[in-house]
């Protein structure tokens, strides 16, 4: 069983739509949780995080969290062709003075259509 | 957050070869961490290197192969050392945010394509 695992994709939402990105991580330790969006031939940017169960809402952005199902999510509202990218989920097993591991999922890949 | 550089953006290199990747950090910070990411795949933790001691590396991923300078709080080096084709790569060169969650940012990556 992966760490961290997300639906590669392609998801595919028509402009306009929510779209809606899935997380499920197996450590039942871990501490706080990211979402990073990857443009193709780029870094990844940190768009979302989210440290308690519920949801965080940042614009057109919202992150979900259970940790007792061990579930993380993004809903996008408003999907717009710019939003095409791969998104990651990343969690973090840890983070204290001199330590700090964040694991990747492999990423989903969103596409946007007009 | 902070501003984070690294030098070669990319390269093409020869097998057997090997090639220091340098990234430089606007603040000082503890930690630096180095990523890889595999053509089509996620992020993999390399090691983490914290200045004044011995990077920690993750497992499959030997100081032999992968061996970093931390010379002080805003300069690190990676070298891949002996390359074959599958370190064709880009490696990532990251620090922990403000936001107190150890949350990451990165730099713009170098892409290493080895022939």
């Known amino acids: 069983q992966k760490e961290v695992e997300q639906n590669s994709g392609p998801l595919s939402v028509p402009e306009g739509a929510i779209a809606s990105l899935n997380c499920t991580y197996s450590d039942r330790g871990s501490q706080s949780f990211f979402w990073y969006r990857q443009y193709s031939g780029k870094s990844p940017e940190l768009i979302m995080s989210i440290y308690s169960n519920g949801d965080k809402e940042d614009g057109r952005f919202t992150a979900q969290l259970n940790k007792a199902s061990q579930y993380v999510s993004l809903l996008i509202r408003d999907s717009q062709p710019s939003d095409s990218a791969t998104y990651l989920c990343?969690?973090?097993?840890?983070?204290?003075?001199?330590?700090?591991?964040?694991?990747f999922g492999a990423g989903t890949r969103l596409a946007v259509h007009p | 957050s902070a501003v984070i550089s690294q030098k070669p953006s990319r390269d093409i290199c020869q097998r057997g070869t090997s090639l220091t990747i340098q990234c430089q950090v606007d603040?000082?910070?503890?930690?630096m961490f180095w990523y890889r990411q595999q053509p089509g795949q996620s992020l993999t933790l390399i090691a983490t290197?914290?200045?004044?001691?011995?990077?920690?590396?993750e497992s499959g991923f030997v100081i032999d192969k992968f061996p970093i300078s931390r010379p002080n709080l805003t300069f690190s080096t990676l070298t891949v050392s002996n390359m074959s084709p599958e370190d064709s790569s880009i490696y990532l060169c990251?620090?922990?945010?403000?936001?107190?969650?150890?949350?990451?940012?990165f730099g713009e990556g170098s892409r290493l394509t080895v022939l």
């Open positions: 990343a969690v973090n097993k840890g983070f204290s003075g001199g330590y700090n591991k964040l694991i």
């Open positions: 603040s000082q910070v503890t930690m």
């Open positions: 990251s620090v922990i945010g403000q936001g107190g969650a150890g949350e990451l940012f």
């Open positions: 290197a914290n200045q004044g001691s011995e990077a920690t590396y």
